[in-house]
């Protein structure tokens, strides 16, 4: 059994978590990084490599491929070629790539709002245009408006990004949704890419699909964003993927690739191995304790702390937290002052929410809460 009650000091360690607060009394509950160490056999595979001591260039390992397209096989029946798989140092890297690999200067990309902040600054990093569509709050359901996406697409839209699991809402699309989109982006001709880097933290109760294994139609033209990195807890060591069965869209991306990004690191691959290998009864665990977590910040929010509400959340260790009620003119400064560290739903493209982060022990989620609920009763 993990124990991931286990409280383990992260100060001065160098983490982009919780040093952003260094030598200040704030519980930071914001970047998707997890207070839980990663699974033991990872742990020993990458003490293995650095016992060894020549940490040189690494060949991409060939078992990794395999593993990564066995898995996608037998969880989703979906058979990916070896070949298919691009292996990189980063999801945002490939959402990044995916921009430049499609259209050209000026031309434009669809989004649902409230979105992961990347995916609102790629299209402008790659010089092409955002269209954020804001997804509707309907009955506690965030929902696709397929009238807004027709009614707003224009000709020289040639991408269309879709995060799902979604962060920050925590949606886990349905067929029915993912086949819409999917016949959204074979009616205007776009290409899809799909960040599905959430997709082993999904809730029981709900199923994750790979869009792009709904039918060869899509599959045809969709560039799937995968990595071990949220699952694990392996976020700081950069191994990910990305699926492309396009021959011409494949060469696309890895020709803009070339010279500029980097191959995965020699302990990104070891510990990628290691939890496609290894790691599959501590996500089992982990599933069982982040449920308890979700169901608790659930309970909190919808039942005691006045004037907030959030929706079922069907994945992720993220809660996407409607304060609007509450009138908070700046949030991020508001919840800082009571000491949290949270993300302000400004940066998702939408403000009067916040996102909290909830993949951490018990212990540390109660205190945190405990501060927001006394911010928001000081109001
Ligand atoms: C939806 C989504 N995509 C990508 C990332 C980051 O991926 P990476 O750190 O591999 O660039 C995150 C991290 O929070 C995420 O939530």
Sequence with gaps: MVNFDSVIDRHGTGSLKWDKYLNEDIIPMWVADMDFQAPQPVLTAIKDQVDFGILGYHLPPKELVELICTRLFDRYNWTVDPSWIILLPGLVCGINLACRSCGHQNSKIITLTPIYPPFLSAPSYSERKLITIPMQNINQHWTIPLDDLENNISEDC?????????????????????????????????????????????????????????????????????????????????????????????????NIKKGIVPEINTLGYTAGLACYKHGASWVNELMEYLTKNRDFVIEKFNNEINGTSLNKIEATYLAWIDIRNLNIKNTYEFFYQHGVGISDGVNFGKSGFFRLNFGCPKSILEKGIDRVKYAIESI
């Excluded at 960040?195 to 599959?219: F, M, R």
């Design 158 to 254: 040639k991408l269309f990004l879709l995060c799902n699991p979604q962060n920050p809402t925590g949606r886990v699309f349905n067929k029915k949704e993912l086949t819409e989109i999917s016949s959204f982006c074979l009616k205007h001709d776009l290409v899809l890419c799909s960040d599905e880097i959430h997709c082993d933290l999904v809730y029981s109760g709900n199923k994750h699909i790979p869009i792009a294994s709904l039918n060869t139609d899509i599959e045809n033209r969709t560039i799937t964003l995968m990595s071990p990195s949220k699952t694990f807890n392996i976020p700081g060591l950069g191994c990910s993927f990305a699926i492309i069965p396009n021959r011409s869209l494949r060469s696309q991306f890895c």
